[in-house]
């Protein structure tokens, strides 16, 4: 049995080393004593050889010992690493100097200790707050050692900002020496920063090292030696620091807590400006103490294996054809045929207010004139560039001129909630922020990051107050007859970052580049053999920014986009009106609302949506019954419902007809997969767990996989979420669950998340849900599991029309109803039936059951407590 010296140490890793010191602030000759724990001698009585060196500097007022996962790790994984984390001089054990070392001081420091150890590399530096720049700076001066980068929240600059309130506070000449040397109150304060809260032994053997005033002058040291200034003596040194690691060619790990209130994102913004390769992954809900909040040494040692150990060889560029997004606008330049249509009036306005017209010719002088006033403004290739706009025509303009620039667009829109609209902003970190009244009110209450330029025009009070730095037309009128930048185009480079719904978990930024976006373009108009001249009417959000790119007039409806059930049947035909349109993008939650209305349709209104070619619900599944209503009104069009999401759209497209032919099954069948794209399955083990062999064989369940040059690049500062989904080399993981059929149709089955691994072997959801939703008087259903894994028992949550009044067990009637159904159709029992007045849907697509919050609630009902509150739905 292994003694641990203190909770999660080993007594074989701790040392110490004596070592010569050469720090201008000491006498030639001096030697000072350091403590370390290094894994290096286990690793040395075991025979193995390490693949390298994790040098670990911690900041203040931790020590070594918050690396003591990565010392564990570093010993156990495949290929060990040695780990040597270290006290510094006045900190943890090391010895306490009685001088003040600047930072110049302790990067020479650090620079001793590793020479004396003999340590030659390959060297991956790991730091922590001011632990962060101090191994950055030896990171500089030992290029030739250097494998790699990892950081957690640290700063390696103020970023254009003032200190924050805490470092001002513990800086205070009044505050000072009580706060950090006198009391433990500075490093009780930062150990209170841990989310979720330090064990007690924890907490205690992060305060050893520190009992007692004449141990602390480090902490108090330390503090008076963050540069704030340029009067300051360390100035020099971070600025050296700041400016070199931009020159640094090896890879680089930022792992973040967004909850910090002393390194907030907007030092991840400016370190990642500096190092914009880095690999980033943001922990939602995590502070200041990373380490200590998640598991980092997981993320860290896959990141090595992959980055480090065995780098891919990106020296091969793609080689498909490439058409830029702006290749249409600029050739129908001279065109002064309809471009964009706006039904609604931006930002409310009256009700009878006439739409609003552009020509290609206006959108093509349009996006010049923005281009340069937002050039001028600063924006510049890869710059990014929040767009809270509704679609229409400023939202094209400003999408359009922004890809002009190369700059990256960043759209999440308001259905996030302000919560989740919140956390999607600060987590893409925009520069430039561009928005309507609403969403600029949102911006300065909230403290969302970037440059405030408001779509209207606003009063000089207003700008003030909601700090509005330029106006849409003001940049127009200041880019009117300018010379647009003219910047070499990158294929390869990031275009934009759209968010997904949150409608499976948090919404996640998906990084798209030039080449991935036309690849989009390209999959749309070749799978439904759109051309240029074609009007569609843009009911569904993502494809509005597809017209001009596709050559197509595009007509955005009078609705409110972030909530598709506003769209009526009279205002989708008054859009069909206005452009002739012969093409409809809705969402099934849009469609559901235009039937409901089409009674108040008039004959012109009939007329118009009885010329529509092509309409296609995406979004969420959508039944038969629904779509043969929608026929009646669209009579010659042909009906289609793409398959895809996010980070692939589309992936796979199914008609009507094609609904039709393949009948019934367990799941909803999208058909077959399109242009350029290829489809597999990972099976699904009766564990629950995953295959990573892709598979094309019929009737095997399994994770839905998709491979095509219009899948995403990335998830955006979500290494470890995009690990995951890459994980099977040259295909994306949906999370979805399915199957083929005999035809090679592919059935989505459910969720990865949402499938219950029985007694009897894995089930998943929708087969069950389709046929309670075809008992009598039920309007939804959601299948969820109750119970351990392995174990789980399938419960069915049921909505009923007219809606119950109340959450709780269903009558009987009904629950023998849909038990009776179930067993029929898919072969198994339900445990319980369960009522809800409305289920939990995610507010984008109203339509998307969340059965997660599902299960959790149904567990708590069935255990006999009090009825839970369930919410509407997710922000």
Same mark, same amino acid.
């Given at each position: 049995?292994?003694?641990?010296?203190?909770?999660?140490?080993?007594?074989?890793?701790?040392?110490?080393?004596?070592?010569?010191?050469?720090?201008?602030?000491?006498?030639?000759?001096?030697?000072?004593?350091?403590?370390?724990?290094?894994?290096?001698?286990?690793?040395?009585?075991?025979?193995?050889?390490?693949?390298?060196?994790?040098?670990?500097?911690?900041?203040?007022?931790?020590?070594?010992?918050?690396?003591?996962?990565?010392?564990?790790?570093?010993?156990?994984?495949?290929?060990?690493?040695?780990?040597?984390?270290?006290?510094?001089?006045?900190?943890?054990?090391?010895?306490?100097?009685?001088?003040?070392?600047?930072?110049?001081?302790?990067?020479?420091?650090?620079?001793?200790?590793?020479?004396?150890?003999?340590?030659?590399?390959?060297?991956?530096?790991?730091?922590?707050?001011?632990?962060?720049?101090?191994?950055?700076?030896?990171?500089?001066?030992?290029?030739?050692?250097?494998?790699?980068?990892?950081?957690?929240?640290?700063?390696?600059?103020?970023?254009?900002?003032?200190?924050?309130?805490?470092? &001002?506070?513990?800086?205070?000449?009044?505050?000072?020496?009580?706060?950090?040397? !006198?009391?433990?109150?500075?490093?009780?304060?930062?150990?209170?920063?841990?989310?979720?809260?330090?064990?007690?032994?924890?907490?205690?053997?992060?305060?050893?090292?520190?009992?007692?005033?004449?141990?602390?002058?480090?902490?108090?040291?330390?503090?008076?030696?963050?540069?704030?200034?340029?009067?300051?003596?360390?100035?020099?040194?971070?600025?050296?620091?700041?400016?070199?690691?931009? $020159?640094?060619?090896?890879?680089?790990?930022?792992?973040?807590?967004?909850?910090?209130?002393?390194?907030?994102?907007?030092? @991840?913004?400016?370190?990642?400006?500096?190092?914009?390769?880095?690999?980033?992954?943001?922990?939602?809900?995590?502070?200041?103490?990373?380490?200590?909040?998640?598991?980092?040494?997981?993320?860290?040692?896959?990141?090595?294996?992959?980055?480090?150990?065995?780098?891919?060889?990106?020296? @091969?560029?793609?080689?498909?054809?490439?058409?830029?997004?702006?290749?249409?606008?600029?050739?129908?330049?001279?065109?002064?045929?309809?471009?964009?249509?706006?039904?609604?009036?931006?930002?409310?306005?009256?009700?009878?207010?006439?739409? $609003?017209?552009?020509?290609?010719?206006?959108?093509?002088?349009?996006?010049?004139? @923005?281009?340069?006033?937002?050039?001028?403004?600063?924006?510049?290739?890869?710059? $990014?560039?929040?767009?809270?706009?509704?679609?229409?025509?400023?939202?094209?303009?400003?999408?359009?001129?922004?890809?002009?620039?190369?700059?990256?667009?960043?759209?999440?829109?308001?259905?996030?909630?302000?919560?989740?609209?919140?956390?999607?902003?600060?987590?893409?970190?925009?520069?430039?922020?561009?928005?309507?009244?609403?969403?600029?009110?949102?911006?300065?209450?909230?403290?969302?990051?970037?440059?405030?330029?408001?779509?209207?025009?606003?009063?000089? /009070?207003?700008?003030?107050?909601?700090?509005?730095?330029?106006?849409?037309?003001?940049?127009?009128?200041?880019?009117?007859?300018?010379?647009?930048?003219?910047?070499?185009?990158?294929?390869?480079?990031?275009?934009?970052?759209?968010?997904?719904?949150?409608?499976?978990?948090?919404?996640?930024?998906?990084?798209?580049?030039?080449?991935?976006?036309?690849?989009?373009?390209?999959?749309i108009k070749d799978t439904y053999n759109l051309r240029a001249g074609t009007s569609l009417v843009?009911?569904?959000?993502?494809?509005?920014?597809?017209?001009?790119?596709?050559?197509?007039?595009?007509?955005?409806?009078?609705?409110?986009?972030? !909530?598709?059930?506003?769209?009526?049947?009279?205002?989708?035909?008054?859009?069909?009106?206005?452009?002739?349109?012969?093409?409809?993008?809705?969402?099934?939650?849009?469609?559901?609302?235009?039937?409901?209305?089409?009674?108040? @349709?008039?004959?012109?209104?009939?007329?118009?949506?009885?010329?529509?070619?092509?309409?296609?619900?995406?979004?969420?599944?959508?039944?038969?019954?629904?779509?043969?209503?929608?026929?009646?009104?669209?009579?010659?069009?042909?009906?289609?419902?793409?398959?895809?999401?996010?980070?692939?759209?589309?992936?796979?497209?199914?008609?009507?007809?094609g609904i039709r032919a393949a009948g019934s099954g367990n799941g909803v069948c999208v058909g077959?997969?399109?242009?350029?794209?290829?489809?597999?399955? /990972?099976?699904?083990?009766?564990?629950?767990?995953?295959?990573?062999?892709?598979?094309?064989?019929?009737?095997?369940?399994?994770?839905?996989?998709?491979?095509?040059?219009?899948? &995403?690049? $990335?998830?955006?500062?979500?290494?470890?979420?995009?690990?995951?989904? !890459?994980?099977?080399?040259?295909?994306?993981?949906?999370?979805?669950?399915?199957?083929?059929?005999?035809e090679g149709r592919l059935w989505v089955e459910g969720r990865l998340g949402h499938i219950l691994?029985?007694?009897?072997?894995?089930?998943?959801?929708?087969?069950?849900?389709?046929?309670?939703?075809?008992?009598?008087?039920?309007?939804?259903?959601?299948?969820?599991?109750?119970?351990?894994?392995?174990?789980?028992?399938?419960?069915?949550?049921?909505?009923?029309?007219?809606?119950?009044? &109340?959450?709780?067990?269903?009558?009987?009637?009904?629950?023998?109803?849909?038990?009776?159904?179930?067993?029929?159709?898919?072969?198994?029992?339900?445990?319980?039936?369960?009522?809800?007045?409305?289920?939990?849907?995610?507010?984008?697509?109203?339509?998307?059951?969340?059965?997660? /919050?599902?299960?959790?609630?149904?567990?708590?009902?069935?255990?006999?407590?009090?009825?839970?509150?369930?919410?509407?739905?997710?922000?």
């Amino acid at each position: 049995m292994v003694e641990e010296l203190w909770p999660g140490v080993s007594s074989a890793w701790s040392a110490f080393v004596h070592v010569p010191s050469t720090a201008a602030v000491d006498a030639p000759g001096t030697v000072r004593k350091w403590h370390v724990l290094d894994n290096g001698p286990d690793l040395a009585e075991a025979g193995i050889e390490p693949a390298g060196t994790l040098l670990c500097v911690h900041g203040n007022p931790t020590w070594s010992y918050l690396w003591r996962s990565l010392l564990a790790a570093g010993s156990a994984a495949e290929k060990p690493w040695r780990v040597v984390a270290v006290d510094q001089l006045d900190m943890g054990f090391s010895e306490r100097t009685g001088a003040f070392r600047r930072l110049e001081d302790r990067i020479t420091d650090l620079g001793n200790l590793t020479d004396t150890l003999g340590i030659t590399g390959p060297v991956v530096t790991v730091g922590h707050d001011w632990g962060g720049v101090i191994s950055l700076g030896w990171a500089l001066r030992h290029r030739r050692q250097l494998a790699g980068v990892v950081l957690t929240n640290t700063a390696v600059h103020p970023a254009g900002f003032s200190l924050p309130p805490a470092l &001002k506070l513990a800086l205070h000449p009044a505050v000072h020496p009580w706060g950090t040397r !006198s009391t433990d109150a500075f490093i009780r304060v930062t150990h209170s920063l841990a989310q979720p809260a330090l064990p007690a032994p924890v907490r205690e053997a992060f305060a050893l090292p520190y009992r007692g005033a004449a141990r602390r002058h480090g902490v108090a040291n330390f503090v008076a030696d963050i540069p704030a200034d340029e009067t300051h003596p360390s100035w020099r040194a971070l600025n050296t620091v700041a400016d070199g690691i931009r $020159r640094l060619d090896v890879p680089s790990l930022v792992l973040w807590g967004p909850k910090d209130p002393v390194f907030s994102d907007r030092y @991840l913004r400016d370190l990642l400006e500096r190092m914009p390769a880095s690999s980033v992954h943001r922990f939602e809900g995590a502070s200041h103490l990373l380490a200590e909040d998640v598991d980092i040494a997981s993320p860290v040692f896959s990141w090595l294996q992959g980055a480090v150990e065995t780098p891919a060889d990106t020296s @091969l560029r793609r080689s498909e054809p490439f058409r830029p997004m702006l290749a249409e606008l600029d050739e129908r330049a001279a065109d002064t045929t309809p471009a964009v249509v706006d039904m609604a009036p931006l930002d409310g306005g009256g009700a009878d207010a006439e739409p $609003r017209t552009l020509s290609w010719s206006g959108l093509a002088e349009r996006v010049n004139a @923005l281009a340069a006033g937002l050039a001028a403004a600063g924006v510049r290739p890869g710059t $990014r560039v929040n767009l809270l706009v509704p679609p229409g025509i400023e939202l094209t303009s400003l999408i359009y001129a922004c890809l002009r620039l190369n700059a990256v667009i960043v759209v999440a829109d308001a259905g996030l909630g302000a919560k989740g609209l919140g956390r999607a902003i600060k987590g893409a970190g925009p520069a430039f922020l561009i928005g309507i009244d609403r969403a600029l009110i949102g911006a300065r209450a909230f403290g969302w990051p970037g440059t405030r330029i408001s779509v209207s025009e606003l009063s000089p /009070a207003r700008k003030r107050l909601l700090g509005v730095q330029h106006s849409v037309e003001e940049l127009i009128a200041d880019g009117a007859g300018s010379e647009v930048p003219w910047y070499p185009a990158d294929p390869d480079a990031d275009a934009a970052v759209l968010f997904t719904s949150g409608s499976t978990g948090p919404a996640k930024g998906v990084v798209y580049t030039h080449r991935q976006l036309a690849a989009m373009r390209d999959a749309i108009k070749d799978t439904y053999n759109l051309r240029a001249g074609t009007s569609l009417v843009a009911g569904f959000a993502p494809f509005a920014l597809l017209g001009p790119a596709l050559g197509a007039t595009s007509v955005t409806p009078d609705m409110d986009v972030t !909530s598709p059930r506003t769209l009526t049947a009279a205002a989708l035909a008054d859009a069909a009106v206005a452009v002739n349109a012969t093409t409809i993008f809705a969402s099934p939650a849009a469609l559901t609302n235009v039937i409901a209305t089409s009674g108040e @349709l008039d004959a012109p209104q009939r007329a118009a949506l009885a010329q529509v070619e092509l309409l296609l619900s995406a979004g969420a599944p959508i039944a038969e019954p629904l779509l043969a209503q929608v026929q009646d009104l669209v009579p010659k069009a042909s009906l289609h419902t793409p398959y895809g999401m996010t980070e692939a759209l589309p992936v796979t497209d199914i008609s009507l007809e094609g609904i039709r032919a393949a009948g019934s099954g367990n799941g909803v069948c999208v058909g077959t997969a399109v242009s350029r794209a290829d489809v597999a399955i /990972a099976e699904v083990f009766p564990d629950g767990s995953v295959g990573t062999e892709p598979l094309t064989v019929p009737n095997r369940t399994g994770e839905i996989l998709v491979s095509a040059p219009h899948v &995403k690049d $990335r998830y955006d500062r979500l290494w470890i979420t995009e690990s995951g989904s !890459s994980s099977i080399d040259g295909w994306h993981r949906t999370g979805d669950v399915g199957h083929f059929d005999d035809e090679g149709r592919l059935w989505v089955e459910g969720r990865l998340g949402h499938i219950l691994t029985t007694a009897g072997g894995v089930r998943t959801p929708v087969a069950a849900e389709q046929a309670a939703e075809a008992v009598d008087g039920v309007r939804r259903a959601a299948l969820a599991g109750v119970g351990p894994a392995g174990a789980q028992v399938p419960v069915a949550v049921v909505e009923t029309d007219p809606p119950s009044r &109340k959450a709780g067990v269903a009558p009987a009637a009904l629950t023998a109803a849909v038990r009776d159904r179930v067993r029929e159709q898919c072969g198994f029992d339900v445990a319980a039936v369960l009522v809800l007045p409305q289920m939990p849907t995610d507010i984008r697509h109203n339509s998307k059951i969340d059965r997660t /919050a599902l299960a959790g609630w149904a567990s708590r009902l069935l255990a006999g407590g009090p009825v839970p509150s369930l919410g509407r739905g997710k922000r």
